[in-house]
T-cell receptor
Framework: NAGVTQTPKFQVLKTGQSMTLQCAQD?????MYWYRQDPGMGLRLIYY???????DKGEVPNGYNVSRLNKREFSLRLESAAPSQTSVYFC???????????????FGEGSRLTVL | AQSVAQPEDQVNVAEGNPLTVKCTYSVSGNPYLFWYVQYPNRGLQFLLK??????LVKGSYGFEAEFNKSQTSFHLKKPSALVSDSALYFCAVRENSGYALNFGKGTSLLVTP
C-alpha cells in the first residue's frame, strides 16, 4: 500500500517560475489537504478539498492554487514562485467527509521546495 | 477559531524516565484532539486521538494522552522513554463543525541514553 504519494520530493525554482506539486492517495479517502511546514511555525493549512469537486482555502492560500482532479489526486500549483514559498509541503488525506468522523490524517513524505 | 499551543520548543528526558509533552487547546464547542509524530525527513504519523469518552487515551508505541476539559489541556505522556522516541511531536485540534486540523508549532523530544 503506497498511501499518500507526493512528487517531486525536491525542487529548486527561481523567483517567478511556476510549478505543480502532485499528490495521489490510494486509500479511497474523501478529503485531501495541502500543508506547509516552516521552522518554528508548525504546519499551516494552505488548501483543502472536503470531497471530489470541492476546494476551500485554508490559513495561508495566497500565491497558491489547487485542483482536485479526481478522488485520488489533489495538486498544488505555484503560479509565480517567491522566496517566501520556500518550505516543505505536505499532502494529506482523510476518510472524513464531515467532521463527525474522526478525521485522522495520513501524510505523504513531503516535498522540499526552495525558491531562489 | 480553533487553535492549540505547545509551550515547550524542546523537551529533554533520560531513557527510562517518564515523559510529558504539553498541549493546550482553544475551540468553541467540543474538541477533537490529536497527537502526531514526525521523524527526520518523514511525514507526520498519527499517534492517538480524543473524540469523546475516557479522558485517558492510549495510542501507538506506548504513548497515552490525558484530556482535561477544565484546564483545556491534552498532554502526551509515556511511562518510560526510549531513545527511539526522539522526534518532533505535534498536537492538533479540530472543531466538531470543521474539516481540517489546526496544528501546534511542534515540540522536539530528545531522549538521551
Amino acid at each position: 500500500n503506497a498511501g499518500v504519494t507526493q512528487t517531486p520530493k525536491f525542487q529548486v525554482l527561481k523567483t517567478g517560475q511556476s510549478m505543480t506539486l502532485q499528490c495521489a492517495q490510494d486509500m479511497n479517502h474523501n478529503s485531501m489537504y495541502w500543508y506547509r511546514q516552516d521552522p518554528g511555525m508548525g504546519l499551516r493549512l494552505i488548501y483543502y478539498s472536503a470531497s471530489e469537486g470541492t476546494t476551500d482555502k485554508g490559513e495561508v492560500p495566497n500565491g497558491y492554487n489547487v485542483s482536485r482532479l479526481n478522488k485520488r489526486e489533489f495538486s498544488l500549483r505555484l503560479e509565480s514562485a517567491a522566496p517566501s514559498q520556500t518550505s516543505v509541503y505536505f499532502c494529506a488525506s482523510s476518510e472524513a467527509r464531515l467532521a463527525a468522523n474522526t478525521g485522522e490524517l495520513f501524510f505523504g513524505e513531503g516535498s522540499r521546495l526552495t525558491v531562489l | 477559531a480553533q487553535s492549540v499551543a505547545q509551550p515547550e520548543d524542546q523537551v529533554n528526558v533520560a531513557e527510562g524516565n517518564p515523559l510529558t509533552v504539553k498541549c493546550t487547546y482553544s475551540v468553541s464547542g467540543n474538541p477533537y484532539l490529536f497527537w502526531y509524530v514526525q521523524y527526520p525527513n518523514r511525514g507526520l504519523q498519527f499517534l492517538l486521538k480524543y473524540i469523546t469518552g475516557d479522558n485517558l487515551v492510549k495510542g501507538s508505541y506506548g504513548f497515552e494522552a490525558e484530556f482535561n476539559k477544565s484546564q483545556t489541556s491534552f498532554h502526551l505522556k509515556k511511562p518510560s522513554a526510549l531513545v527511539s522516541d526522539s522526534a518532533l511531536y505535534f498536537c492538533a485540534v479540530r472543531e466538531n463543525s470543521g474539516y481540517a486540523l489546526n496544528f501546534g508549532k511542534g515540540t522536539s523530544l530528545l531522549v538521551t541514553p
